[in-house]
């Protein structure tokens, strides 16, 4: 996973409330265990609607409660292999928000009218270090959990955290191969 600091660029907008899992990516289209490859199928029943336009930029802004639904983790694959870095929106479901953040893909919780000024603005800025969005005309504040912002900032995925204490867990592993008392903490 890659680390990220800073987002910039031209935003897309999708102003649409309750966008769920099924509507970001079908379920005929799920048959795949890879990561890529599902951006082509992003938002596909709404894509086939005469004038549907999504712009591929860095920065998604979206309506309340996106990502709802079921929790399939192709929805942020989905979305992350369309090319999107940050998805900016009042808020997200607690599932999709974990699995945006564990593919890092980052999830930005802005209040409403926030929302509406960055997706009128065409440009944002996420800087996750300092926890801050900035577009022309404004900026605001967002939370993120400490541990989750760590990761992100780091680039560390379920794996990168196993392997940020390898040291610790081989060191466990000879203490048991030798019948040892373990009293390495992890």
Same mark, same amino acid.
């Given at each position: 996973?890659?680390?990220?600091?800073?987002?910039?660029?031209? !935003?897309?907008?999708?102003?649409?409330?309750?966008?769920?899992?099924?509507q970001i990516i079908p379920k005929q289209f799920l048959k795949r265990v890879e990561r890529?490859?599902?951006?082509?199928?992003?938002?596909?029943d709404w894509a086939q609607q005469p004038g549907w336009e999504l712009p591929r930029n860095p920065i998604l802004? =979206?309506?309340?409660?996106?990502g709802c639904g079921s929790s399939r983790e192709h929805a942020p694959w989905a979305l992350e292999d369309y090319g999107f870095e940050a998805i900016?929106?009042?808020?997200?479901?607690?599932?999709?928000?974990?699995?945006?953040?564990?593919?890092g893909l980052l999830p !930005?919780?802005? =209040?409403?009218?926030?929302?509406?000024s960055v997706a009128a603005a065409g440009e944002a800025e996420v800087d996750l270090a300092a926890q801050e969005v900035h577009w022309a005309g404004g900026s605001a504040r967002f939370e993120?959990?400490?541990?989750?912002?760590?990761?992100?900032?780091?680039?560390?995925?379920?794996?990168?955290?196993?392997?940020?204490?390898?040291?610790?867990?081989?060191?466990?592993?000879?203490?048991?191969?030798?019948g040892g008392p373990v009293t390495t903490a992890l």
């Open positions: 996973m890659r680390a990220i600091g800073t987002i910039s660029g031209p !935003v897309s907008v999708l102003p649409r409330d309750d966008v769920d899992t099924d890529t490859g599902f951006g082509e199928y992003l938002f596909y802004v =979206a309506g309340r409660n996106f900016i929106a009042p808020s997200f479901a607690d599932i999709f928000r974990s699995n945006c953040t564990k593919i !930005v919780e802005l =209040a409403a009218d926030a929302c509406a993120i959990d400490p541990e989750v912002r760590h990761r992100l900032l780091n680039g560390l995925d379920d794996i990168g955290l196993t392997l940020a204490v390898e040291d610790a867990i081989d060191a466990y592993e000879r203490e048991r191969a030798w």
